[in-house]
């Protein structure tokens, strides 16, 4: 191991933030200490098969438990998960605080945000959280967008949801540049070395990457029309394709099996990020089809020609009326369009919507 590594603690609540720490511990010459796992939704089981876990010097899991049913949940929920969040933390920011290096995966999630507002690392460094990150300006500069209720909470039990002036950030979204000094290109080199020279591409072969936009805190469409939607784009784009649908970490097996039987396609289980995958697959698919997925940016970037990537647009009846939600919608396919450089692929919403019931 080198020894004029800086030794740097990291923050992470999914499989893809923790692939772009690795990634950002790779490009900075960082060498890994204590992880984190704040909040995750994911079993630890998720992460252990990850590159380099085995080679952190110790990791911490910290996770909300409290669960609260009914009108009790709506009125107590938001304290109690905050409440939990503060004391979960406390340990971590006493052992961390004034630390030299700290990465964080999501500086709009407030346990990330707290601890590192509260660890004051001489050095913090934000990766971006996939597509949600594109439309991000500012990074650490900007407060947290809550309701009053929520920011009351915060308050009252001290979470940091301010700025984090001096950050830096480590984005695959060049776009971020024009707005921080503080900038690192995530080209994803520590994936591209893993990635086989030798693959071959399996002629007929299409990965669907499933996008539960029916089950986020504000669904963007009811089930029904997302498996409308993926019934127009079987009919209009994937006809001539053998198709494996590769779900989100979100999707359970019974929307799996509602999927399959509207489409016929072949389903898989989340089981790590579709990035890794596809680096370790015993054959690449002739392309893969997905709309506002991280994965997209990530493939285009370590594949490049390897995999056409054709990016689907979200239809607008999708997200109504909501402005801010169109906006940011808005911001993040303006760079998944800047990639529909041939052989990838841009489809427009209306070439979409037409004959979606």
């Known amino acids: 191991m080198q020894t004029n590594m800086t030794p740097c603690h990291a923050i992470v609540s999914t499989p893809l933030q923790y692939l772009n720490v690795i990634e950002a511990t790779h490009a900075l010459n960082l060498e890994i200490d204590t992880l984190i ?36 949940r709506i009125r107590l929920g938001a304290l109690a998960r905050y ?3 503060r004391k979960q933390s406390r340990p ?14 999501n500086i709009r999630k407030l ?15 934000i990766c971006d959280d996939g ?12 407060s947290l967008n809550q309701p009053p209720i929520h920011r009351y909470c915060c308050n009252v039990l001290g979470l940091h949801t301010g700025p984090i002036p001096g950050a830096e950030l480590f984005s695959a ?16 080199e520590f994936l591209k070395k893993i990635i086989s020279d030798t693959l071959n591409t399996e002629t007929g072969k299409a990965w669907f990457l499933g996008q539960p936009v029916y089950d986020i805190p504000r669904p963007l469409a009811p089930f029904h029309k997302y498996l409308s939607y993926l019934k127009n784009i079987q009919a209009n784009s994937l006809s001539q394709y053998n198709i494996a649908y590769y779900a989100h970490p979100r999707e359970t097996s019974k929307t799996l099996a509602a999927i399959k039987e509207a489409t016929g396609w072949e389903t898989f289980p989340y089981d790590g990020p579709i990035e890794l995958k596809l680096a370790t697959a015993s054959s690449l698919p002739e392309r893969v089809f997905a709309m506002c997925s991280s994965a ?12 056409p990537v054709t990016i689907l647009d979200i239809p607008k009846v999708f997200y109504g009326t909501d402005p801010s939600r169109a906006l940011h919608i808005a911001s993040i396919y303006r760079q998944l369009r800047s990639l529909a450089k041939p ?4 489809v427009d919403a209306q070439d979409i919507e037409q004959n979606m019931p």
């Open 173 to 188: 979204y060049e776009a971020q540049q024009e707005s921080s000094e503080n900038f690192h290109l995530n080209r994803y």
């Open 296 to 307: 997209i940016q990530t493939i285009v970037t370590m594949f490049g020609n390897r995999i």
């Open 83 to 85: 409440y939990s969040h």
């Open 92 to 105: 971590t920011i006493k052992r961390l605080r004034n630390c030299n290096v700290l990465l964080i995966g």
């Open 37 to 72: 796992l704040a909040d995750s939704v994911l079993d630890i089981s998720y992460y252990e098969p990850l590159p380099l876990f085995k080679r952190w010097q110790s990791y911490e899991l910290r996770t909300y438990q409290g669960e609260h049913k009914g009108k009790t």
């Open 343 to 346: 052989p990838h692929h841009f």
């Open 111 to 125: 346990l990330h945000r707290h601890m590192a507002a509260s660890i004051r690392a001489k050095r913090l460094i």
């Open 131 to 142: 597509a949600a990150s594109a439309g991000l300006n500012g990074h650490g500069n900007v």
